[in-house]
């Protein structure tokens, strides 16, 4: 049975999707944008301050479900513009600092709101 995860510390979901599925020990989360949790609007100018903050949310997310990002297995990024890439992986080490996960990054035309990354992830217990 696949369980619905919610997190009132991570932006609601912007259409019909859910923050996160768990099934039989694997967690889908669904990609996360720079969302602030209470106004809904994007936090942060630079790829650099978006990036941090889709660490936060995943991090909510992550943990309504008792995961953390020791976890994960697997992230894809999407960027609007692949010159940014650099500063993304620099923002993304310091969050997976050991045992980093399989990756994926592609650039993409435009996302949800405006923001410049988004990122998505599978995690297993």
Do not use: C, H, W
């Amino acid at each position: 049975m696949k369980k619905v995860i919610s997190s009132a510390d991570a932006p609601k979901a912007v259409g019909p999707y859910s923050q996160a599925i768990e099934k039989n020990g694997v967690l889908f989360l669904s990609g996360q944008i720079p969302l602030d949790p209470l106004s809904g609007q994007i936090v942060g100018n630079t790829i650099e301050q978006q990036t941090q903050q889709i660490f936060k949310n995943m991090n909510a997310v992550l943990s309504a479900a008792g995961y953390s990002l020791d976890d994960v297995v697997k992230t894809t990024v999407f960027l609007t513009n692949i010159d940014d890439f650099a500063t993304v992986n620099a923002v993304y080490g310091r969050y997976f600092t050991t045992e980093a996960p399989a990756r994926s990054a592609v650039a993409v035309m435009a996302l949800p709101k405006g923001a410049m990354v988004e990122i998505e992830a599978i995690a297993i217990k």
